[in-house]
């Protein structure tokens, strides 16, 4: 029981870190746009591997950065030299550990053979580019308003209107 409820309060930590964390939405519509298109490239196991633990890295940096954020606000409300230092260095820590992943990506990724394969699933599927563009407009959404800001709109009442 002790497990099942350790992982709840992982999982209200991961949830709340997506609502409140621009940051964190980008890099995980990172994630699934390289996992969507992780097919077209030749990935053997060690390379899948190698993109799960550079995914991991990432979300943990961002998720200790949120940490290392709210303990700072916690602690100094107002502005304080310090707090400023720390929340920078937390920043810069999230900054190195995708800088790398990026070159991770290029390393596992530069293929011309699966860019051209890409290219012509789309000339040959129309119909999947409406269905890119669509996901992109989704995901643009959720980066900028967040899972919490999504909700809040459709929930809105309509006010009724004074003559």
């Known amino acids: 029981m002790r497990f099942v409820k350790s992982l709840k309060y992982a999982l209200r930590g991961i949830v709340y870190c997506i609502n ?5 939405r980008i890099h995980t ?3 699934l746009y390289v996992l969507a298109f992780s097919p077209f490239f030749e990935m ?3 390379r899948y591997a190698i993109l799960l633990v550079t995914f991991a890295l990432v979300l943990m940096a961002e998720t200790f950065n949120t940490v290392a954020e709210e303990l ?3 602690v100094a409300p107002s502005f304080h030299p310090v707090v400023r230092i720390v929340k920078d260095m937390a920043a810069g820590g999230v900054l ?9 990506g290029v390393c596992l990724f530069w293929q011309p053979a ?3 394969r890409i290219w012509r699933y ?3 599927n129309p119909a999947m580019i409406a269905v890119l563009l669509a996901s992109i407009a989704l995901a643009l959404v959720y980066i900028l308003a967040g899972p919490l800001g999504i909700r809040d709109f459709f929930r809105k009442k309509k006010l009724p209107r004074t003559p």
């Open 72 to 74: 700072c606000d916690l």
């Open 96 to 104: 190195i550990c995708a800088g790398f992943a990026v070159g991770v």
């Open 114 to 116: 699966a860019f051209l």
């Open 29 to 31: 519509v990172a994630v």
């Open 20 to 24: 409140n964390e621009r940051n964190m």
């Open 44 to 46: 053997s196991r060690a």
């Open 122 to 124: 789309f000339l040959d």
